[in-house]
């Protein structure tokens, strides 16, 4: 049959972000076909393809049954398949994670051992971070040395996210003569964990 008298069908589908969109195709072309057409289309990536069938209880219209994900092989025609009434799904990568706007940090303290929770905010520098500290905790580190994970942190104007800091991650602080001690404990929990695994 001609391309221009091959029946279209109408597809909808829903990306890893959640996000749908329909898409009309021809009836005869296999997924590999249609995995090229929604990369076009969307301009999105498409690794796999699935399908899931919905179907209302026709006893009771406000409820509807969905399927289990089913797999559609790359060399299969799409018209072997009830596409009209499923919903397409692109399996990719889930869509990275925002960082939250505020998260904890620890804080311990080798002066004296203490383990400091403190409150970071998304961007805010490592001064502004220090500063933090004095306010929340009435304790200064504005000229210790902070290390994370075995490596000083540097740029008191850079964003601390920037700098690796991430929620529930620990800064050690402390002066220059203790930046030695700071690194062996980092490379003494990295070697232990290493050979735990």
């Given at each position: ?95 990275p994670l925002k960082p939250p706007p505020t ?82 404990t980092a490379l003494t929990s990295v070697c ?6």
């Open positions: 049959m001609p391309p221009s008298k091959v029946p279209k069908i109408p597809l909808q589908f829903e990306k890893p972000d959640g996000r749908h969109f329909a898409l009309e195709v021809n009836s005869d072309i296999t997924v590999a076909q249609l995995k090229r057409e929604v990369a076009v289309e969307e301009k999105v990536d498409v690794p796999k393809l699935k399908f899931v069938s919905s179907m209302e209880d026709p006893e009771d219209p406000e409820t509807v049954f969905v399927s289990e994900p089913q797999d559609l092989p790359e060399e299969a025609l799409i018209s072997q398949y009830p596409l009209s009434n499923s919903t397409i799904v692109i399996c990719g990568p889930p869509p998260f904890n940090v620890h804080v311990i303290l080798y002066d004296d051992a203490r383990k400091l929770d403190v409150e970071a905010k998304l961007q805010q520098t490592l001064n502004e971070f220090r500063e933090a500290v004095l306010l929340q905790h009435d304790v200064s580190i504005a000229d210790d040395v902070l290390m994370l994970v075995g490596k000083e942190v540097v740029g008191d104007e850079m964003p601390i996210w920037d700098l690796g800091f991430a929620p529930d991650c620990t800064i050690h602080a402390g002066d220059l003569a203790q930046k030695s001690i700071c690194l062996r232990s964990a290493f050979h735990l695994l």
